[in-house]
């Protein structure tokens, strides 16, 4: 018998790769909201998160480790054809080299803390809503999805901006940055909630699908059990 791949799952896989790259692009851009400066990438990348609790709660942690090492490795495709079009002489045509590089090329500290900061928050987040799932029965996605977005977005900020600004910026500021990111990050999945929510019970219905996790391995590594 052939393995089928839902198309919902596949379009919600290639959302959340779009999101992932998008954001790394973004996020050189300060943007202002109210009194807080904060990063372009705000903007988008909480729905990466978003996705990661809609695919979590519907098909299970084992497909959404699938889809976060997926992300990884489209994300650092996409860092290395950057680097690769930087690199490469432009033509005498092309007089916008400089800001093409300073859109495009992020630092290696940046660029590998923005990795790591991802895997830990991803799993986290999936981790802590297929947990969640299992003790409190399917009920509750609200407080679920919170929470493990809490968590997931708080590693994330800790990981990245630990590795690319520790040294660089003083540390009772980057404290105020973890949180300050933290909990933006978190409003926005809380803002989002009713759409979530509606998202998720149609999925349900439309893929008569409602996972629990029940003896299977958390190890993100073993990508091999989908």
């Not at 372009?40 to 299970?60: K, Q, T």
């Not at 889809?67 to 092309?94: D, K, Q, T």
């Not at 901006?161 to 300050?180: H, Q, R, Y």
């Not at 759409?195 to 893929?207: D, F, M, P, S």
Request: glycine share 6%.
């Amino acid at each position: 018998m052939k393995k089928q791949v839902s198309v919902t799952f596949m379009v919600l896989g290639m959302l959340f790769t779009v999101c992932l790259i998008v954001s790394n692009i973004v996020e050189q851009k300060l943007i202002q909201i109210g009194p807080i400066e904060a990063t372009a990438g705000l903007l988008i990348f909480p729905i990466s998160y978003i996705i990661n609790d809609l695919i979590a709660e519907v098909w299970g942690y084992r497909k959404v480790r699938l889809i976060i090492w997926n992300g990884f490795l489209m994300n650092f495709i996409a860092v290395l054809i950057f680097r690769l079009s930087i690199s490469v002489p432009g033509s005498e045509n092309f007089s916008h080299q400089d800001a093409f590089a300073l859109v495009l090329g992020n630092t290696e500290r940046i660029t590998i803390a923005s990795f790591i900061a991802f895997l830990f928050g991803s799993f986290l987040n999936a981790y802590v809503m297929s947990k969640m799932k299992i003790m409190q029965k399917g009920r509750g996605f609200s407080l679920r999805a919170v929470v493990s977005t809490l968590v997931g977005e708080g590693a994330d900020s800790v990981v990245f901006f630990t590795i690319a600004f520790s040294g660089v910026i003083p540390t009772n500021d980057l404290i105020i940055l973890i949180l300050t990111q933290t909990a933006m990050k978190t409003g926005y999945e809380i803002v989002a909630l009713p759409v979530t929510n509606i998202l998720v019970k149609w999925v349900k219905k439309k893929e008569n699908t409602d996972v629990y996790d029940k003896s299977i391995s958390y190890n993100p590594l073993k990508i091999n059990e989908i």
